[in-house]
Structures are given as structure tokens and as C-alpha cells.
């Protein structure tokens, strides 16, 4: 489909007053999201910027090269006028508008999480990624499987749940494309039919889920849901990918939420459908909470208080009464796989490190989002703190051995305050080297020696990413500001980090040092742009930049942070301190602190340098 971009400036009405007086003042929350061909997704980008704030409508929306999702609030006029401005492009020709009023009072703290107190319009890849394994092909959606609406989907659950032929029954199952956390609160329940929930923590985990299942699956008619039905458009694609045996796949259109707005009793529906929104939560006329409490099993159905597992910081259900008797919990996915509950911990003052004890053994600390707040046992008796768990992105060129090397003295200093993790960058890069003149040869040789390999999270437009390792000559002498020209690979490198972060646990915060500083300032605006707020405690920035990349808006990163540079600027040779000012500046000003040295492109160890670092983690023990 060829689609002519919309013009940003005949968006704008005159002004946003004139929006918010013309008719209806209730509020509500729109959703909707189209799969087409986006011939000019910056542009398609630009006019929602211009439309959505004309109208004072917050919320997210991901435009991407194969179409548009969108969760918006604002004043229903307003609404209405976004709805009527969009359908007027051909590119949304037959989506399904699902707008509902919402009068309830707001939650001002779920608001931000949800990304419902502000406008975030992000350019992606993909509307949404199935496959996080590059290894694996994403399908095509021109295979996605038939549209029932809530009609006729109700009527396939009637006529198989009240069938007295067994081979029909079995020929049936219902598949919730959710994640666990979704499923906890709400879920589809046909008497007789088998319903499959995979009890997935991500969208991502569902192909796996699905490649083990497959013999569930194969020969079934297969009656899929989601919340809003984007979910089931690209997990219906990858099961009727698999051929012979998988063609009978049908998605309930506009999701549990057309569903429900169908059968407001709530038909086959038990329970709520979680939102991704600041309602949370949207039930039916029908009584019974379907959740239960994590730690003492009564019912419970209200994730407002936004509990997480300590471990993979999924939400957790959790009870006021349980909340004040721990901070830490560990959800039914971790507990199966084996980590440790976390017990009921005090809060503690930091510690200095006159204070302890050189020959105290510590065993491995927990992997906890709270873990400053508990105490480990110590050789003699006594009780410690635990420490910091915090993950280190390495800089342009570097890999995770070079870097640890690099920071030893540093780690030295803070090892009975801080765990440090250190990984490689997804993208590997060719050895270089600087010829030096020979005199026995017309040629240069490279370096004899064995080389690591070295790795990047940005990389420039013209580099090219192999793994074959052979030297080549440097295009030309030492460029400090090549680090601008730095701006692809960011997609790759955030589903990478993503990825390690929910197979390796939580981390308390995180670290980078140059392009891994701008890495890790990139991944917590994501993140607040994704999820409403970073998943890290805090972010320790050493001679970092603002990446040239990304499409972002003006709200300033909500993490405690602290920038560490040289000051001057002559002091650091390949980062200036101006751009290292820059990057703090993405950062709330009541929230960071500004560490400047005189030693150059390094991560100090010396004092006072390391004391302001120490007593910058001390505040989250």
C-alpha cells in the first residue's frame, strides 16, 4: 500500500484551549493500532507530535515501517477530533477505533509509570517484536489468522462449550497470547474446552512457548486473545507458519476489550482485563476477583500498588496487609526456577568502609531490586549488608574482559558496596591498527599478537559488523569526534540489553563508561518511555555523551544519576566535558550529581573522586 504522509502543520488546530472547550469535557482512553506499509514512518511520526499535543493527548505511540500502535488519553472531543484526523488517511482504512470513557479517579503514580502524564512518540523497527532471537525469522502478517468478532467468537465458545460431541470439544482449544501477570487477574474459561495459558513474563518468550506446544496445537482449530488484538496478529502468523496442521487459527478482533464491551456480564470472561494505562484494570458486571494474593493466598485483584518480583521485576500481586510486612517478593515463575524468597528485611543505614570487616564471607549476594535493604550473615556472626548488583556497559572498541581489567582498582575500592556485572556489546567490530612506517617493507604490517575481540552498542553507517577477524588499516589517525557519526545499531543493542537483563536478574543500577554511557542513558529513556520509568535504582554516567540517535521528547530522564568527566576541556581528549554536561542535563536536576576530574578518559579510583562515588551508592543501601 502506497500511503502519502500526513502534513504536521495541517494538524495543528489553533490552539489546544479551543479543543478543550468545544463540546465534551469527560476524559477517556483511545486504542487502536493498523499493520500497513508506512512509506515515510518520520514523517507519520512528526504529525502525531503536532496532532496529539494540539489536542493535549498524552500517552504512547510507536510508528514503525509496518504500521502504528497507539494508547492515548485525553478529553473525548479531543479523542474524537484524532480519530476523525487519522481516518482521514487511507493508511487506516478499517482500523478499529476502541475508545471508552474513563471517569475514574487517577492514580498519579501509576499515571507515570503507564506514560499516561505525558506524549511519547517513538520510531521502532517493528510495531511488535515476537522473535527477540535474531536467529529467528519474523513472520509475514499477511499470515495472520481470521477475525472473529466478539460475536462470533462468543458464538464458537458457546456452540463447542454446550456440544455433546467429544471430538468437537477436542478439536477445540482457546490460547491466551498474554503474559502471566495479565493472566493472573482475567482469563477466558469455556466449560469442557481446554484453554492453554503459556504463563509467559514477556511477549517474546511466546514463539518458545509455542515451539514446545506444538503437539497441543497441531490439527486444532485455534481460537486466540489478547487485550487489544495486535498481540494475536503477529502470534497467529508464526503458529500458521509452521504449515500443514496449523491453518485453523482465528484471533478475537479488538481483543477482550471489544469482547467485553459486547457482553458487559462478562460471557466467557472471568475476572478483569489488565490495561496498559492508568486504569489498570477494566472489569464486567460479573462478581469474583479471579487473582490471589502472592504471599498469603487471599483474593486479590489490584495491581495499583505496582509490586514487583525482586528478581525479574515482573508485577506481582500483593495484598496492603503483606506489603507492610515485606518489601521483597518472588513471583511464581522465579519460585519454580529455583530463587531463593527473599525475607522480611529492615531498611539500614550505609555503612562505611572503615566499618568493615576485611575477612568478612560474604556468600553470593541476592539478585534483588531491594537488595541494600537486607542483610547477609558475616564469618563472625554479625549481620552485613548486602551489596549492589550493578551492570557495566563497556565503551566504543572495548569488550567486557578489557573493561573489567581496566576498572580494577576501581571495583577494589567499592567491593563491599557493589557487585559488578560486565558484558559485551551486540555488535563485533574488525581489528583496526595504525600503520607505522617500515623500512624493510612497502607495506605495513599488522600487529603480531593475538587480538581480543572488541565490540560496539552504536556503530557508524558505513561500518561493517563481521566476525571475521582480520586486521585492516585505520581509515585515518584518531578522530575524538567520531563518536557523532556513531548512530545505528540502537534497536539491536536495547532488545539485547532487554534480554540480558531478564535472563540475569535484577541489577539495582547501572554503569557505563563513554558510548556505554550513552548506551545506558538511551536504555533508561526507553525504558521510561516504554514501562513509565527506568527499571534500575540508579545510573552512574563516566565520560559519557548524548547518542545521536533516537527520537525523544523533552521530558528529563526520572533516575538518581551520577555523571562522572573530566572537567576542562582539554582533560579528556576524545569526550569533552561540554558533552558530558549535555548528557547530565537528560536527567532530573533535583536527582544527579556532577563528579568532574582532572585525569582524562578514565573511571577514577582515587580519592576524592572515589569518595563522592561511594557516597552517591550509599544512599541507595
Known amino acids: 500500500m502506497v500511503v502519502v504522509a500526513m502534513d504536521a502543520t495541517a494538524a495543528t488546530p489553533s490552539s489546544t484551549q479551543e479543543q478543550q472547550n468545544n463540546g465534551d469535557g469527560r476524559y477517556g482512553v483511545l486504542l487502536y493500532y493498523k499493520y500497513a506499509e508506512v512509506p515515510d514512518a518520520p514523517?507519520?511520526?512528526?504529525?502525531?507530535?503536532?496532532?496529539?499535543?494540539?489536542?493535549?493527548?498524552?500517552?504512547?505511540?510507536?510508528?514503525?515501517?509496518?504500521g502504528v500502535n497507539a494508547t492515548l488519553g485525553g478529553r473525548m472531543a479531543a479523542l474524537e477530533k484524532h480519530i476523525q484526523e487519522m481516518s482521514s488517511n487511507i493508511l487506516f482504512d478499517g482500523t478499529d477505533f476502541k475508545l471508552a470513557s474513563c471517569e475514574d479517579r487517577v492514580d498519579e503514580r501509576v499515571a507515570r509509570e503507564c506514560g499516561f502524564t505525558s506524549l511519547s512518540v517513538r520510531l521502532v523497527k517493528e510495531l511488535v517484536t515476537l522473535c527477540s532471537n535474531p536467529s529467528l525469522t519474523t513472520p509475514e502478517i499477511s499470515f495472520a489468522g481470521r477475525h472473529l468478532s466478539a460475536a462470533e467468537f462468543h458464538s464458537v465458545l458457546q456452540s463447542v462449550g454446550t456440544s455433546s460431541d467429544s471430538e468437537e470439544k477436542n478439536g477445540v482449544v482457546v490460547l491466551d497470547a498474554r503474559n502471566l501477570y495479565e493472566t493472573r487477574i482475567g482469563k477466558f474459561h469455556v466449560p469442557n474446552v481446554e484453554t492453554l495459558h503459556p504463563e509467559i513474563r514477556q511477549y517474546s518468550d511466546l514463539p518458545l512457548w509455542i515451539d514446545e506446544h506444538t503437539e497441543k496445537l497441531r490439527g486444532k482449530s485455534i481460537m486466540m486473545y489478547c487485550t487489544g488484538g495486535i498481540r494475536c496478529e503477529m502470534a497467529s502468523a508464526y503458529i500458521r507458519s509452521k504449515g500443514e496442521g496449523f491453518e485453523n487459527v482465528f484471533q478475537l478482533?479488538?481483543?477482550?476489550?471489544?469482547?467485553?464491551?459486547?457482553?458487559?456480564?462478562?460471557?466467557?470472561?472471568?475476572?478483569?482485563?489488565?490495561?496498559?494505562?492508568?486504569?489498570?484494570?477494566?472489569?464486567?458486571?460479573?462478581?469474583g476477583i479471579l487473582g490471589t494474593c502472592l504471599i498469603c493466598g487471599s483474593t486479590f485483584d489490584d495491581y495499583s500498588s505496582r509490586c514487583r518480583c525482586s528478581h525479574c521485576r515482573m508485577l506481582v500481586l500483593v495484598c496492603s496487609?503483606?506489603?507492610?510486612?515485606?518489601?521483597?517478593?518472588?513471583?511464581?515463575?522465579?519460585?519454580?526456577?529455583?530463587?531463593?524468597?527473599?525475607?522480611?528485611?529492615?531498611?539500614?543505614?550505609?555503612?562505611?568502609?572503615?566499618?568493615?570487616?576485611?575477612?568478612?564471607?560474604?556468600?553470593?549476594?541476592s539478585i534483588s531490586n531491594k537488595v541494600s535493604t537486607s542483610k547477609a550473615p558475616m564469618s563472625n556472626g554479625s549481620e552485613h549488608l548486602k551489596k549492589l548488583r550493578i551492570l557495566c556497559l563497556h565503551?566504543?572498541?572495548?569488550?567486557?574482559?578489557?573493561?573489567?581489567?581496566?576498572?580494577?582498582?576501581?571495583?577494589?575500592?567499592?567491593?563491599?558496596?557493589?557487585?559488578?556485572?560486565?558484558?559485551?556489546?551486540?555488535?563485533?567490530?574488525?581489528?583496526?591498527?595504525?600503520?607505522?612506517?617500515?623500512?624493510?617493507?612497502?607495506k605495513p604490517s599488522p600487529p603480531s599478537l593475538t587480538a581480543r575481540t572488541k565490540f560496539a552498542w552504536l556503530v557508524s553507517p558505513n561500518t561493517?559488523?563481521?566476525?571475521?577477524?582480520?586486521?585492516?588499516?585505520?581509515?585515518?589517525?584518531?578522530?575524538?569526534?567520531?563518536?557523532?557519526?556513531?548512530?545505528?545499531?540502537?534497536?539491536?543493542?536495547?532488545?539485547?540489553?532487554?534480554?540480558?537483563i531478564a535472563q540475569n536478574g535484577n541489577?539495582?543500577?547501572?554503569?557505563?563508561?563513554?558510548?556505554?554511557?550513552?548506551?545506558?542513558?538511551?536504555?533508561?529513556?526507553?525504558?521510561?518511555?516504554?514501562?513509565?520509568?527506568?527499571?534500575?535504582?540508579?545510573?552512574?554516567?563516566?565520560?559519557?555523551?548524548?547518542?545521536?540517535?533516537?527520537?525523544?521528547?523533552?521530558?528529563?530522564?526520572r533516575l538518581p544519576s551520577l555523571h562522572c568527566f573530566g572537567g576542562g576541556e582539554?582533560?579528556?581528549?576524545?569526550?569533552?566535558?561540554?558533552?558530558?554536561?549535555?548528557?547530565?542535563?537528560?536527567?532530573?536536576?533535583?536527582?544527579?550529581?556532577?563528579?568532574?576530574?582532572d585525569m582524562g578518559h578514565i573511571v577514577p579510583a582515587r580519592p576524592p573522586y572515589i569518595d563522592r562515588i561511594k557516597e552517591f551508592l550509599c544512599k541507595f543501601m
Open 321 to 365: 496487609t503483606c506489603q507492610h510486612s515485606t518489601e521483597e517478593y518472588v513471583c511464581e515463575l522465579c519460585q519454580r526456577n529455583g530463587k531463593p524468597c527473599c525475607q522480611i528485611s529492615a531498611r539500614q543505614d550505609c555503612q562505611k568502609e572503615s566499618e568493615l570487616s576485611e575477612s568478612s564471607a560474604f556468600g553470593k549476594p
Open 464 to 500: 561493517s559488523c563481521h566476525t571475521e577477524q582480520e586486521w585492516k588499516i585505520a581509515d585515518g589517525p584518531f578522530d575524538p569526534l567520531q563518536y557523532k557519526q556513531q548512530a545505528e545499531g540502537l534497536e539491536e543493542s536495547y532488545t539485547y540489553l532487554e534480554n540480558t
Open 43 to 66: 514523517a507519520l511520526a512528526a504529525f502525531y507530535e503536532a496532532n496529539c499535543r494540539a489536542l493535549a493527548l498524552v500517552g504512547r505511540v510507536r510508528v514503525g515501517p509496518d
Open 570 to 597: 582539554g582533560h579528556d581528549r576524545q569526550i569533552t566535558s561540554r558533552a558530558s554536561t549535555e548528557l547530565a542535563g537528560m536527567f532530573e536536576e533535583d536527582r544527579r550529581t556532577i563528579v568532574e576530574h
Open 395 to 442: 565503551g566504543f572498541r572495548q569488550n567486557a574482559s578489557n573493561f573489567k581489567g581496566r576498572t580494577s582498582a576501581f571495583a577494589k575500592k567499592l567491593k563491599h558496596i557493589a557487585e559488578l556485572v560486565f558484558i559485551d556489546a551486540p555488535h563485533e567490530l574488525s581489528f583496526v591498527y595504525q600503520p607505522k612506517p617500515d623500512s624493510c617493507s612497502d
Open 507 to 557: 541489577f539495582d543500577g547501572i554503569l557505563g563508561f563513554s558510548q556505554g554511557a550513552a548506551m545506558a542513558a538511551l536504555l533508561c529513556r526507553l525504558q521510561q518511555q516504554t514501562s513509565g520509568s527506568p527499571n534500575f535504582r540508579f545510573g552512574i554516567f563516566f565520560s559519557g555523551y548524548p547518542a545521536p540517535v533516537g527520537y525523544f521528547d523533552s521530558e528529563p530522564i
Open 253 to 287: 478482533y479488538g481483543g477482550i476489550q471489544r469482547y467485553l464491551e459486547q457482553f458487559p456480564d462478562g460471557g466467557y470472561f472471568d475476572g478483569k482485563n489488565f490495561v496498559f494505562d492508568h486504569r489498570i484494570s477494566v472489569g464486567s458486571l460479573k462478581d
